[in-house]
């Protein structure tokens, strides 16, 4: 539920219940541990954010952005620098708090969605600079390969679960302008 209610010195106040996780806290005081081992159980409090333009300025100011879709070019030099020090990671720990900065419960920020829009259009800016090549491409099947992955191929299958009941191959998935997705960013 989001209230929004102004107060006499004309700041708003947005008061928004997260109810999963937390699963990998990175804010201090942690908030409420999550009654379930899995980190699915019901556990409401209050959204918190933690945010600094720390991380934004050091790895993601236009320039950062620009030079990662023009000088980064194959895919792991790419999502490495995409990930480790770039759009992606400075964009949660910039939003941070409770639950933005815990990898597995992020989504239950509403900024989340925002922000990886931002990292899809970068993808799609990226493939652009060489279209035909860069849709052929795949790599580990771990994040940062922890724990050890093998590399994946075109064909590997992706199950989106709930969403669908088609099974698809990454080749099927690695383009937005083709079906299933079919947009393109201006």
């Not at 910039?94 to 419960?105: F, H, K, R, S, V």
């Amino acid at each position: 539920m989001i209230q929004l209610t102004c107060n006499p010195s004309a700041h708003i106040k947005i008061s928004m219940t997260a109810n999963l996780g937390p699963c990998q806290p990175e804010v201090y005081p942690p908030p409420p541990a999550n009654p379930s081992a899995d980190c699915l159980g019901y556990n409401p409090r209050c959204l918190r954010r933690d945010m600094s333009n720390f991380f934004t300025m050091r790895d993601a100011k236009t320039s950062d952005i620009m030079a990662l879709i023009t000088n980064y070019t194959d895919l792991a030099s790419f999502q490495t620098k995409m990930t480790v020090k770039g759009v992606h990671g400075a964009g949660h720990f910039t939003i941070n708090g409770d639950p933005g900065a815990d990898l597995y419960n992020s989504p239950a920020d509403p900024a989340f969605w925002l922000h990886h829009s931002m990292v899809d259009r970068v993808w799609y800016l990226w493939q652009l600079q060489d279209f035909a090549n860069r849709q052929q491409i795949v790599a580990g099947g771990t994040i940062w390969r922890v724990p050890d992955s093998k590399n994946q191929t075109l064909d590997d299958p992706v199950d989106l679960g709930v969403l669908t009941n088609k099974v698809y191959k990454i080749r099927e998935l690695v383009s937005t302008v083709v079906e299933p997705f079919c947009y393109a960013y201006e």
